[in-house]
């Protein structure tokens, strides 16, 4: 396994690949910590390396009236409170340049949205701070090309990288997930992580509002572990139907524990030297 470089990172002596979940977007000043709390309960009792991801602000909304946050202040303070306080690295989106400086104040981890994945500059303004920066696979591009985006990241100095494969467009208003862009990603020597509930959003639907597949979020889960991904990403909620992002395709939060130990057990065969 590879392991992003963050403070706060327990766990990785066992082996076992990464966590990064949490909900979609900070949409109050309570669900986060509910999730925050339960994925540390799980993660420490697993032993699985943990970071929580949130966005403080979402950019990119199908509709005019889509939430996006409650403030891009009170948000980044929350994500500050929450890794200080559970002493866990954050994850979170940044959209521009000027977000790229904002936020590095505030998280451990700063998060490339797909379709902004080949953005120079702001690749070049989140290499510049000096954090961890997580670039996510446009679903337009192929594995191959996100060589590019890591050296863009070093060119301008960054050093410790993430690739996350969310699927890949197939139609108007699907996505598919081909588990040959893991390893071919992995030869850029970065952790490559699967975002298992990005991968099955159903996009472009005429109500203005991304539909999902959640009860295939497993299945995606289990092909990742068994080719090798370093690390898995997961969007969850204990109400992914009152989530006001993302909730058709995110994973129940009582489901996220139960998933995790069938997936340890699928790591654990699959790095099993058989003699």
Not at 105 to 113: A, F, K, M, R, W
Not at 180 to 189: A, G, L, Y
Not at 222 to 248: C, N, Q
Request: negative net charge; charged residues 25%; contains cysteine.
């Amino acid at each position: 396994m590879i392991y992003p470089k963050v403070p706060k990172l327990k766990y990785a002596e066992t082996g076992n690949f990464f966590l990064i979940a949490g909900p979609c977007v900070i949409e109050d000043k309570v669900v986060p910590i509910e999730i925050v709390e339960r994925l540390i309960d799980i993660t420490d009792r697993l032993m699985i390396p943990f970071l929580f991801k949130a966005s403080y602000r979402k950019a990119n909304r199908s509709r005019v009236d889509s939430f996006t946050g409650i403030g891009d202040w009170e948000g980044l303070e929350l994500l500050k409170e929450i890794g200080e306080k559970y002493n866990v690295p954050i994850v979170t989106d940044i959209h521009t340049e000027t977000e790229a400086e904002m936020a590095a104040h505030y998280v451990d981890v700063l998060q490339i949205p797909a379709f902004l994945c080949r953005q120079t500059s702001l690749l070049e303004a989140a290499a510049r701070t000096g954090k961890v920066v997580n670039i996510k696979k446009g679903q337009f591009l192929s594995p191959e090309a996100m060589k590019h985006a890591v050296d863009k990241v070093r060119y301008y100095g960054g050093t410790d990288i993430m690739l996350t494969e969310r699927g890949t467009t197939f139609g108007y208003q699907d996505l598919v997930v081909d588990y040959r862009s893991i390893p071919t990603m992995k030869t850029n020597e970065v952790p490559v992580v699967m975002d298992i509930t990005h991968s099955l959003q159903k996009p472009n639907q005429v109500a203005g509002v991304t539909g999902g597949n959640p009860e295939m979020i497993e299945t995606i889960a289990r092909a990742a572990v068994a080719v090798g991904v370093d690390g898995i990403f997961m969007e969850t909620h204990p109400y992914p139907l009152y989530a006001k992002s993302d909730g058709a395709n995110m994973l129940h939060l009582e489901l996220a524990e139960p998933l995790l130990k069938r997936l340890l057990v699928i790591h654990k065969a699959a790095n099993t030297t058989i003699e």
